[in-house]
């Protein structure tokens, strides 16, 4: 079943040059608590929202992005490339989720957040606040990614918390993230640096004076000390 029509006359034109049309609820869905009658957010075509799935607020959807299951997109959130949002995960605030990016289960996406690339978040896990999860990233389990944390390449951040990160840092004041990898292998992201700790390490050292780069090289020491202990309290388990 269809549970929306598009409103006649009522579109919206983004900055791609395309013209995103607003959806109308033609039945109640009650999982979402919407109903018949309710104006909806923008989609560009039928093809964007399936099932129970919705739209609202001044969010939107465009592209070949999908969104289904009984999925929430709402406030100012966009949805667009080739992302896919369904099973009961929520997209929200002005959160981004773009290119080839999938966020399910019971997943929640808010904030400014931004996921993108091929990441996957799906679980209970929660991407929020300023936090951008791209690359081949994974963020599952009941993990929770928030603050100014940048995770990408082939992190795995589950819910044990293998993920560290400190705001406010350097010379810029920016965020230092260090996690887990697939390989067990510590990986770090500061601005547009995305390696491993040995090549950040040489790389601050070339760009910073002494003071920076002790903080970074004390925040690394801490980092690398939490998520070793956490990865011997999991092995201890197991």
Not at 116 to 128: I, S
Not at 163 to 172: L, P, Q
Not at 205 to 225: F, G, M, N, P, Q
């Amino acid at each position: 079943m269809k549970y929306y029509e598009f409103v006649p006359g009522d579109t919206i034109e983004i900055a791609s040059g395309r013209t995103l049309k607003r959806i109308r609820a033609v039945a109640e869905i009650a999982a979402l608590g919407v109903a018949a009658g309710q104006l909806g957010g923008y989609i560009e075509h039928e093809k964007n929202l399936f099932g129970n799935a919705w739209v609202c607020d001044s969010a939107w959807v465009s592209g070949n992005a999908r969104v289904y299951g009984i999925a929430w997109v709402s406030g100012n959130a966009r949805v667009y490339g080739n992302a896919r949002v369904y099973g009961n995960a929520w997209v929200s605030g002005n959160a981004r989720v773009y290119g080839n990016a999938r966020v399910y289960g019971n997943a929640r996406v808010c904030g400014d957040a931004w996921v993108y690339g091929n990441a996957r978040v799906y679980g209970n896990a929660w991407v929020y606040g300023n936090a951008w999860v791209y690359g081949d990233a994974r963020v599952y389990g009941d993990a929770w990614v928030c603050d100014s944390a940048r995770v990408c390449g082939d992190a795995m951040i589950d819910e044990n918390g293998l993920i560290f990160w400190a705001s406010k840092v350097g010379s810029e004041n920016g965020t230092l993230t260090v996690y887990n990898t697939k390989s067990n292998e510590l990986k770090v992201t500061r601005g547009c640096f995305c390696g491993s700790v040995d090549d950040f390490l040489a790389a601050s050292k070339a760009k910073h004076d002494d003071d920076t780069h002790l903080e970074y090289r004390l925040l690394i020491e801490v980092a690398t000390s939490r998520i070793t202990r956490t990865r011997e309290r999991l092995r201890d388990k197991a």
